[in-house]
């Protein structure tokens, strides 16, 4: 039986630290904005460095797991990796919009916008269940 429990975990991280939904730090004229649908390269940074203290919090010391029946004692860093690896390149706006504020994509114009957010989101949820559940990948260490 698959575990869900690292899919849960990164997806909800990844939309609930998208720069610029809830809060970007650093924002554009300040140290916090919220909800400013803005972002930049070192927010981006910033969220990601987030996104893995976070992830490596709940998923390798906390081990949440959802209907795992198979548990081993090896830390597991591939769902680590994997999340953070998909929570840069899809950060909407720092490389692409998908959709874009004024055409189909927009590519690097640091600005996103909720349908954005939702497709970023589900794009991520697609790649990282294909490569987790589906592949089964793992890296584990001793």
């Known amino acids: 039986m698959p ?3 690292p899919v849960f975990v990164a997806v909800t991280l990844f939309v609930l630290l998208t720069p610029g939904l809830l809060i970007q730090v650093p924002g554009r004229g300040r140290v916090v904005e919220f909800g400013t649908f803005q972002t930049s ?3 981006v940074i910033v969220h990601t460095l987030i996104y893995f203290t ?5 998923l390798l010391a906390l081990q949440i797991h959802i209907c795992n029946l198979f548990s081993t004692s090896m830390a597991d860093w591939a769902p680590v990796l994997v999340g953070v690896v998909l929570f ?15 055409r189909t994509v927009d590519f690097g114009g640091l600005k996103t916008n909720g349908k954005a957010i939702a497709v970023h989101t589900l794009i991520f949820f ?14 584990y260490t001793g």
């Open 3 to 5: 575990d869900w429990g």
């Open 126 to 139: 697609a790649i990282y269940s294909i490569l987790i559940l589906a592949l089964n990948l793992h890296i």
């Open 88 to 102: 840069v390149i899809l950060s909407p706006g720092l490389l692409f919009s998908l959709p874009g504020n004024n």
């Open 41 to 43: 390269g070192l927010s």
């Open 54 to 58: 976070l992830v490596c919090i709940l």
